[in-house]
């Protein structure tokens, strides 16, 4: 069964720190892999995808993430923690039910909160 | 670009009312819509998958009789929250994608409280 997973429910970092927030799936084939943003009361915001190409990915507000394929991970990572980063984060992969056409739906981790301090 | 626009954002209701929501995809055609409910400090649990024209796939659990799905256009999608009670107090928060392999975009969802 495909699955995606957020071993974290919160990572705590100092502004200007490093971040990374860690993601794991389990999928058959080649994963497609999201994450998403979401503030509080508010929708999700797309960040980033992976697809194919280059395992480091580049996505909105200075993140990244690197899909490694031996360690079925695809990490959150920005070099340079704002407070404004402070958000509920979500990981994704999409279900690979070939049979599915366009209800292929995307499988969600459980979210990691993020709290950067001042 | 790839806006979704979910109104209302704040529903405050009567228990027996049905309430509707509206999703919309202001610049672009979703092929594809989503409505996911997420309960405090909790994950997004997807509640069905609709496409414009058809009728929409519910999750298992999920009461088609109670969430109302309608896929009208490629623009539009609306959620009926039939007779609510409440126990179908949540956020509720839809999504729209041009094709499988796009990414979803999302409304600002709307907090639904039925007292």
């Known amino acids: 069964a495909q699955s995606v997973a957020q071993p974290e429910d919160q990572v705590n970092v100092a502004e200007g720190n490093p971040l990374t927030v860690k993601c794991t799936y389990s999928v058959s084939g080649n994963p497609y892999l999201f994450w998403y943003v979401q503030y509080p009361n508010r929708g999700l915001q797309f960040l980033l995808k992976y697809i194919t190409g280059d395992n480091l990915v580049k996505g909105s507000y200075g993140f990244e993430a690197e899909f490694n394929k031996s360690q079925t991970s695809f990490h959150l990572k920005k070099p340079s923690a704002l407070v404004s980063d402070s958000a509920l984060y979500f990981c994704a992969v999409r279900d690979i039910d070939h049979n599915a056409g366009n209800n292929r739906k995307l499988i969600w981790g459980l979210g990691t909160s993020l709290a950067v301090n001042p | 670009g790839a806006v979704v626009s979910q109104h209302p954002s704040r529903v405050i209701c009567k228990s027996g009312t049905s309430v509707k929501i509206e999703c919309r995809s202001l610049d672009f055609q979703a092929t594809t819509m989503f409505w996911y409910r997420q309960f405090p400090k909790q994950s997004l649990m997807l509640m069905a998958t609709s496409n414009e024209g058809s009728k929409a796939t519910y999750e298992q659990g999920v009461e088609k009789d109670k969430f109302l799905i309608n896929h009208a256009s490629l623009t539009l999608s609306t959620l009926t929250v039939t007779s609510a009670h409440p126990e179908d107090s949540s956020f509720y928060i839809c999504?729209?994608?041009?094709?499988?392999?796009?990414?979803?975009?999302f409304g600002d969802g709307t907090r639904l409280s039925i007292l």
């Open positions: 999504s729209a994608r041009r094709e499988p392999n796009q990414p979803q975009h």
